[in-house]
């Protein structure tokens, strides 16, 4: 069985396959550190490069790279046909926000690293979904109005 993501064709794993290593990508969100990670990525809200930058260079850097790099794998496993992209995207949501967090400095970072293949798998998994786009920035906004709200609730 074959699947087309992007303009690659991938050999498809079976269902369980899929399924352990949905699991195992599980389990590893699970790990204390990562939790924080994730956490401190939900309300990381760069709106500029420099922004995303004192994050990703600050004392909370390590978050940064952690999540984003974990679901570049993630996407990557995905992307090269480990892990049947639909279970993935049926069992699995916080890619898109991450990528909802880099996508607007993609540019920069690409040129910055000089790695036009900076978040690439990503991406690809992230926009080859139908109404990928809207998706990131449904996300996004939503995001940010979370933010809001905890913030006005901190204040009160």
Request: proline residues 4%; aromatic residues 8%; charged residues 25%.
């Given at each position: ?46 709106r500029t490069f420099e922004e995303f930058m004192a ?75 139908p109404d990928g786009q ?23």
């Amino acid at each position: 069985m074959t699947a087309q993501i992007g303009v690659t064709i991938l050999n498809m794993p079976t269902p369980a396959e899929s399924a352990e290593l949905i699991l195992k990508l599980y389990d590893l969100r699970r790990e204390d550190t990562m939790r924080k990670a994730r956490d401190f990525m939900v309300s990381f809200d760069p709106r500029t490069f420099e922004e995303f930058m004192a994050g990703f260079t600050g004392p909370n850097s390590g978050y940064v790279r952690m999540v984003t790099s974990y679901w570049e794998m993630a996407a990557s496993l995905v992307v090269n046909g480990a892990i049947d992209a639909k279970m993935f995207l049926d069992a699995n949501g916080e890619h898109i926000l991450t990528f909802s967090k880099v996508q607007p400095f993609l540019s920069q970072l690409r040129e910055m690293f000089q790695n036009p293949n900076v978040m690439k798998s990503l991406e690809t998994l992230v926009l080859s979904q139908p109404d990928g786009q809207k998706r990131v920035d449904s996300t996004r906004e939503m995001i940010r109005n979370m933010i809001a709200m905890r913030s006005a609730a901190a204040k009160s």
